[in-house]
């Protein structure tokens, strides 16, 4: 005679009596689990629902034999209540599916797994990450570039991290730095962009781009003035998604004459005391101002020598040079192709001026040396380097010439010069 079963789900609700072929269909069919309790009808006790249809699935095919139990059995208190006469009831509807009561123990499992993690696993994580970044530290509180004046003195709980660690990367970095405590990283970018007439805005934009490739969804919230050690600045708060996890960014940028400084800073949105650290460090970020003042002792030397060009002009060419590696010697025959190069930029009634105002120069000068200094001009817009000895001779005679000139001569033929040297270097 075939065997009734009782089916008990994990939320306490039995069905049953069913037989053995409407419990294999609840099976395959997903309703219960393979480790969900079930009474055999008879049985001193509980079984799985893996154990009975394993051991029906030992009778020959087609066959619904009666179930072989344990010859021990073990019994549970809850089967002695149970008896063989137990009264007939009308079959129980089929259970739900089991999926919502799996769903519910599974997500119970994982809540434990992830308040393990917090109290356990995250804990060792930060000791590692602790670990691995004090060994990439060095001892310096620190950071100086003496070629550019650069530095950044470094708050309790950063560390200035050795040129080879890879702790995190930072293209182009001239330094990097990491606050083990908070999970916090910043990274240092000096770059000279001679003649110096990038805006600090554009600076940041590079810093940006600098780690374009490695993060996502970038995000910027606000940019605005700002002071360093009483020097204007510009910063710029954003966020991206980098390395798993949205990132806050806060990014500093300074200028030195042609060379700009910015110190980025970021750190997971979660943490609390990042943005504390990294406010921290970018008020460590100074600049010397050495560079600035190695333009303005070249302009007061150059400007009795050059009296055809303008404080400002005279300062934008000195950038170039000294950014490119060049020297002040060389500002005079630059200051000439500049002109030439930017008089497109000039109308056409300030370009008849400033040929009026060159005729004013030539005019007391002898014609033989008139002629000479006119071919040395050319070779001079033509881009071709001109002989030592003959600018030796030709630069005082027409530092001379200019110099007489009439005061409002002289400050109109600086206006136009340095519109055109303006508009050649706005060309670069």
Known sequence: MAIAFTVKLPDGNEYGPVDLATLRSWHEEGRIGADTWVW????????????????????APGAEAPLRLKEEPKVHSAAKTRTAARPPSDPAPAPKRAFGTLAALLAAFVAGL???GYFVLLPRLDQDRNRRTMGDAVPERRYLDPASGVSVDLPEGWVLLKPDSTLFTA????????HPETGAFAALAVESIPPGVLTLDAAIDRAVDLR????TDYRERSRADAKAAERPARRLLASWKEGGGEQRVAVLALQDAWSYSTLAAWCLAKEGSGDQAMDALLGGLRRSGALEARVAEAVA???PELPELSPASLALIVRDRLGSGGSTSEVADASTRAVSQGLPALSAEEAGELRQVYAQVYEPV???Q???LAAWQRELRAGRQARPEEAGELRPLLRDALV???????ARLQTLNEKAIAAAYALR
């Open 404 to 410: 007489a000139l009439p005061d409002e001569a002289r």
């Open 171 to 178: 293209p182009q970095a001239a330094a990097r730095f990491a």
């Open 301 to 303: 030397a150059l400007q």
């Open 370 to 372: 008139r002629q000479r």
């Open 114 to 116: 992830l308040v393990l």
């Open 212 to 215: 374009r490739a490695l993060f």
């Open 366 to 368: 002898p014609e033989a």
């Open 40 to 59: 055999p009808e008879g049985s001193p006790e509980w079984l799985t629902v893996i154990d009975v249809l394993a051991g029906a699935g030992q009778e």
